[in-house]
């Protein structure tokens, strides 16, 4: 079983990241809409949507939007919210997504580098591509990778967290080409019974990306460095945002 597969399906990891600013990304995919200018109503997919809370707001913006996710907890909390333009379903992100089906693809919040073999990234891409509608975009919000390396390079990150009856230490670092986040939960409450999880996102940088979008056909090929959609720098933005098109 891949890391993912297990420690997504957890509660522990909707209370690890449970502190995800919900106003930040509402004002991301308004940020995203702007730059887009798609005529609505456009057809969006929110690969490894979570809980869905991109997914509500591009359905708020007027999206037709699906919404998956490998956890089936994450998109049976997700399904509350389904209304006619808003479904949710239990995905792969690595499955066929249609031909030519959506205006807008996006893989958000550092949904994309779990696998050890570059193919199964240029699989990822291949399928987004072939799903997009002549004139859609593909939207990938990645860490910066090279702000990352310099930060975490020669050292082990390690934070401690409580949550109610939880404790949750963490210990980040990087080794061949990854970032790595050992997790190891302690529940007070169960006889300070131990859990232990990883992630493992590959380092992924600007260059190598659009060495993927280029392999996969996008063209018209942008980065950009925050959720304010401000220039890309590859030395000091917090993230990695390429926007994409299929223009053939």
Partial sequence: MQWFESWFDTSYYHTLYGQRDEQEATKFIQNLNNFLNHVKPSKALDLACGKGRHARS???LGYDVLGVDLSSQSI???????QERLRFEVRDIRADHGLEQFDLICSLFTSFGYFDDDDSDLKILNSVYQALKVRGAYVLDFFNANLVYNQIKDHTIEQTNSFDHLRISTKKYIKAGFVYKDIEV???EEQNKVQNFQERVKLINS?????LFKKSCFENIQFFGSYKLDEFDRNSSPRCIVI???LG
């Fill in 244 to 246: 994409a098109e299929k």
């Fill in 58 to 60: 591009l359905s708020a």
């Fill in 207 to 211: 260059e190598e990306f659009l060495d």
């Fill in 76 to 82: 049976a909390f997700a399904k509350q919210f389904e």
């Fill in 186 to 188: 302690i529940d007070v």
